[in-house]
């Protein structure tokens, strides 16, 4: 039940507690609260528990980006407060639906305000443009008790309180001076007592008006102390930790459409960051972003009715906005295009959620990004995560010419550890491959996007170099594998009990669908990795470019979207 | 060579084990077992300090005890930079002296309050511990936050931690494992980030580290 406490707004600290890199410690009405002030400014209130073990995140460590975890190292993101990484996770993604609870913040008045179920602002104060935030005081003793004792708070004779609709007290002095009072109540019998005084003050002045009122503040808690002292206490608030929804714990229903585009952003900026390479920012028109994990993708809603995948830059912590890459394709088939030519600043665009089938582990001793053209777009998002953490890694960007080269800003960030490869030929490419690749190593993971050629002659490569499958990832931006669709086969649904006809001419998704069974899919070119499912039973024809060669050959998995049965029948785990 | 007579979760042995750290001082280490074995109340080691308390000090010969003296004598001895404990400044030593007298008051109260939970020393009146405890807070937090004020970093003032903040630091930072909690210091937390970001700061049990400050391009 929400009651009028849970409603209001109270300062939980004053804004100079909270400086970079800090996790500060708050409570109200029972509930505590791990609050901490990421580089951009934004200030995150959440529930002062990890979601794994339930250990406080305020010993947590404050990136800047990211509040991680002491226990097992689980991150959360700056703003959504979702969980970007697992350690002991490495190579999978956390769901979507890791997500600490986060609490309305607001700063203000050399404040900062939050409520558990606060909406709107922060009561506005007249007189206090200009103010001094006084030391906070606490102490054991209930609200309405310390509410009533600032009533008689003095700094001299003159001094008259009274009580604000909003539960502060107001105490003035004859010449104009004024301290208000907020009583912030982390338990039934423990407050804190935060004063902002109406004067701005020099830095002469400062130290002895705040000693003055830190010491008169503390003759009044002694007195109220011993006043509470005196009573019985009063029962504890018991706030409810509200339990993970149902709807999270279960196995999520499988959309009703492959392609969900839950989210509308406005595109803020749009520029032209290399030759033929725009550049958009996207800003949600409410609301905050879901969170991203380095390398995912979004599905873009175009105004043409093309959708379109598109992997985000972002570094970590950048979750006020999503950056993508777009190039401009000689043989476009009018996605980006539409992109380039019709696509305005302020407009308005409707987008997936983050997806993430190009997991980045950070548990490699070292990892070797290797882009080509527009295929940096996932890996810049990915080394930027890398080098947030210190964590080494090498950064070959593969490019026609200088104009070619997109993202300066964010590849600058990564100094000697970038090296930009200008105008090579193909075997000049391939060459300057087997350099880098030249070690196969255990404890080092390489990480490839870029264009079709370029990303088999990096496999080759790799596997003549003796790299071991799990340690090369890639991420294909489309399959140029020319697709036959001629044969008809019969597929088994082994948890849907159904057993259907793929006719020459659909796919596996394009039957799924016709019957009722919804299944998410994206860039529908076997490209993604969206519409994986399980094989039971039965020789798969492959003709994705996202699947290793090791998983073809297991056979295990199947791209619903292009691939096929070499047999008569295919039992399919859905 | 310099031996310390050491138990791990003892925080007055973590003052020490951090000096040490702190000035790159090798040393050796013989572990006690304070708890369960009570070893440090055993005949042997009441030889080497009758009041059977650790941490003890063995260099060359000099036989010393209590984590204070200890700080006072290394500092002295082992600082080149005499940042730690500056010999010729008597305004100094007089301060760092006066929260030296402090961090026994915060073993005496916060320290036995964990000795308490953790450690079964039930005979303890736990209340009144945890109760001097956030006493001694209230008057560290106040000196702390003016401290800032002044943009004054440590305990004492200067641009260098001295031993009056080593000699505080472990049992602030394992007060919580006695019940006490640090939420109403922010001062205080804010100093323990300080705290674990000089070079050289090592964690013990139940001590977690801090992540890297931000650079000051960036703040």
């Given at each position: 039940m929400t009651t009028d406490l849970q409603r209001n707004w109270y300062p939980i600290a004053s804004s100079t507690d909270l400086p970079k890199r800090h996790v500060y410690q708050a409570q109200l009405l029972g509930r505590e609260f791990a609050v901490w002030r990421a580089d951009d400014g934004y200030v995150n209130v959440w529930e002062n528990r990890c979601l794994h073990r339930g250990v406080r995140l305020s010993i947590g460590i404050n990136d800047g980006r990211e509040l991680k975890c002491q226990y097992h190292g689980w991150r959360y993101a700056n703003r959504?407060?979702?969980?970007?990484?697992?350690p002991a996770h490495p190579a999978d993604a956390p769901a979507r639906t890791i997500c600490n609870n986060t609490y309305p913040a607001q700063e203000a008045y050399g404040l900062v305000w939050a409520g558990e179920e606060a909406t709107g602002d922060v009561p506005a104060l007249d007189g206090f443009d200009d103010l001094t935030a006084l030391r906070p005081i606490p102490l054991i003793a209930p609200m309405n008790m310390v509410a009533e004792a600032l009533l008689e708070y003095k700094w001299d004779e003159s001094c008259k309180g009274a009580r604000n609709d909003e539960g502060s007290v107001t105490v003035t002095a004859s010449d104009g001076t004024a301290v208000r009072v907020f009583v912030q109540p982390l338990d039934s019998n423990h407050s804190v007592m935060r004063g902002i005084y109406n004067r701005a003050v020099s830095e002469d002045d400062r130290v002895a008006l705040l000693k003055r009122h830190s010491w008169l503040m503390q003759e009044l808690r002694d007195r109220i102390e011993a006043q509470a002292a005196t009573q019985d206490a009063p029962e504890p608030y018991h706030p409810v930790i509200a339990k993970v929804s149902e709807d999270l714990v279960d196995i999520p229903a499988i959309s009703e459409d492959g392609r969900t585009a839950d989210l509308r952003v406005t595109v803020t900026r749009k520029e032209m960051t290399a030759e033929s390479i725009v550049s958009l920012r996207m800003e949600p028109i409410k609301g905050t972003l879901p969170t991203f994990q380095p390398g995912a993708h979004i599905d873009v809603h175009l105004q043409n009715g093309l959708v379109r995948q598109y992997s985000l830059t972002n570094g970590p912590g950048e979750t006020d906005h999503f950056t993508i890459g777009v190039k401009r394709e000689?043989?476009?088939?009018g996605g980006s295009v539409s992109i380039h030519d019709n696509l305005q600043q302020g407009d308005n665009l409707a987008i997936s959620a983050p997806r993430n089938n190009f997991p980045l582990r950070r548990d490699s001793v070292h990892t070797i990004f290797v882009a080509g053209g527009i295929g940096v777009t996932p890996l810049i998002a990915m080394a930027r995560a890398l080098n947030a953490q210190g964590l080494s890694f090498e950064f070959h960007y593969f490019v026609q010419s200088d104009d070619h080269v997109a993202f300066k800003r964010e590849i600058g960030e990564f100094e000697g550890a970038l090296s930009i490869h200008t105008g090579l030929s193909p075997d000049a490419t391939g060459a300057k491959l087997a350099e880098i690749l030249s070690s196969p190593d255990n404890s080092r993971h390489v990480y490839i996007c870029g264009p079709g050629p370029m990303l088999e002659a990096t496999r080759e490569i790799a596997s003549e170099k003796g790299w071991s499958d799990d340690a090369v990832h890639f991420e294909y931006f489309k399959n140029t594998t020319e697709l036959d669709d001629s044969s008809s086969f019969d597929i088994d649904l082994a948890r849907s009990a159904m057993t259907l006809n793929v006719p020459a001419g659909k796919s596996i998704l394009d039957v799924l669908r016709e019957n009722g069974i919804n299944m998410s899919s994206s860039c529908e070119q076997g490209a993604c990795g969206t519409c994986r499912c399980g094989v039971i039973e039965g020789e798969v024809a492959h003709q994705d470019v996202y699947l290793s060669d090791t998983e073809k050959a297991e056979g295990k998995s199947i791209m619903t979207c292009v691939s096929r049965a070499n047999s008569d029948r295919l039992i399919l785990d859905i | 060579m310099l031996k310390l007579y050491d138990y791990e979760l003892s925080g007055n042995c973590y003052k020490l084990r951090l000096m040490m750290s702190f000035l790159g001082l090798e040393h050796t280490t013989e572990a006690v077992d304070f708890y369960p074995g009570n070893q440090h109340k055993s005949e042997a080691f009441r030889q080497i300090n009758p009041l059977g308390q650790l941490p003890v000090i063995d260099d060359d010969g000099l036989v010393l005890r209590d984590a204070q003296a200890i700080l006072v004598y290394l500092a002295s001895k082992y600082d080149t930079s005499g940042k730690w404990y500056p010999c010729d400044d008597p305004a100094m030593l007089g301060q760092i002296s006066q929260w030296l007298a402090f961090a026994d008051g915060i073993t005496a109260t916060a320290s036995a309050a964990r000795l308490h939970d953790a450690l079964f020393y039930t005979h303890i009146d736990v209340d009144a511990a945890r109760s001097g405890a956030h006493r001694l807070f209230r008057i560290l937090d106040e000196h702390l936050f003016f401290a800032e004020e002044i943009g004054q970093t440590w305990i004492c003032p200067g641009d260098h931690p001295t031993i009056a903040d080593i000699a505080c630091f472990p049992y602030i930072m394992l007060a919580e494992e006695g019940g006490v909690s640090r939420m109403d210091y922010p001062a205080i937390r804010r100093w323990c980030d300080r705290f674990k970001r000089i070079p050289g700061f090592k964690v013990m049990s139940g001590v977690f580290p801090a992540g890297p400050a931000a650079d000051q391009s960036a703040a």
């Open positions: 959504t407060a979702g969980c970007t990484y697992i000689p043989d476009s088939r | -």
